[in-house]
Every structure is written in structure tokens, then in C-alpha cells.
């Protein structure tokens, strides 16, 4: 059975920074995407950043382009989501998302089959 868990959100003044961490369980092999999405109240969900854990390749959306950076450690299937310069804007649930059928990742929320419970972060002005 495949689980995907997020951790690391919390409350930080704008400007400051935060580290998100993403579990995948259950795959074989590490021929999986990880994608990071978010949900602020009343609004839809986004995409934000993807890895692929095979190829290392990854994306960024342009509002967090230079701001955050998405990595993978394969020996302990992780994802961290180092996000730095934070603004109130980036105030969401942020949710992390595993599949297995997606090559080369894509922050397309419908892609992606296994998800994780989010991680509230909140960024004050």
C-alpha cells in the first residue's frame, strides 16, 4: 500500500523560511513523481513544484521560482521543499502527492494518484 506524508509547515513572519518534508511508501522502485501542491481558503488548489525521483528533473511554478527549491533523497524516499522568502501569499495547506505513472513530473493535481493528509503554513505580514 502506498502512503505519502507531509510534514514541516508552521508559522513564520514574511521573509522567513520553512522546510516541508514528503514521505512516499510502498513503491518498488523510485520510478515515481513527487508533486507539491497547496490550498489556501476559498481558493482552489495549485500546483507548486514536482519531482521525478529517477531523473532528479524538476519544476517550479513562476510565483515560486528563486524563492523555493525542491530535492530528493532516494536511499530514504523523501522530498524536501526548502522555501525561503516567504510571503503572505504562500499562506496554504500544502499538500504532497506521489505517482508512479508520471514521467516527467507535472503539477497537475489530477495526475496524481496517492496524497498525503497537508501541512498548514501560515506567513504573516
Known amino acids: 500500500e502506498v502512503q505519502v506524508v507531509e510534514s514541516g509547515g508552521g508559522s513564520v513572519q514574511a521573509g522567513g523560511s520553512l522546510r516541508l518534508s514528503c514521505t512516499a511508501s510502498?513503491?518498488?522502485?523510485?520510478?515515481?513523481?513527487i508533486g507539491w501542491f497547496r490550498q489556501a481558503p476559498g481558493k482552489e488548489r495549485e500546483g507548486v513544484s514536482c519531482?521525478?525521483?529517477?531523473?532528479?528533473?524538476?519544476y517550479y511554478v513562476d510565483s515560486v521560482k528563486g524563492r523555493f527549491t525542491i530535492s530528493s533523497d532516494n536511499a530514504k524516499n523523501t522530498v524536501d521543499l526548502q522555501m525561503n522568502s516567504l510571503e503572505p501569499e504562500d499562506t496554504a495547506v500544502y499538500y504532497c502527492?506521489?505517482?508512479?505513472?508520471?514521467?516527467?513530473?507535472?503539477?497537475?493535481?489530477?495526475?496524481?494518484?496517492?496524497w498525503g493528509q497537508g501541512t498548514q503554513v501560515t506567513v504573516s505580514a
Open positions: 502527492a506521489a505517482d508512479d505513472n508520471l514521467d516527467p513530473c507535472a503539477v497537475i493535481d489530477s495526475y496524481y494518484d496517492y
Open positions: 510502498g513503491f518498488t522502485f523510485n520510478n515515481y513523481a
Open positions: 519531482i521525478h525521483m529517477s531523473d532528479s528533473h524538476t
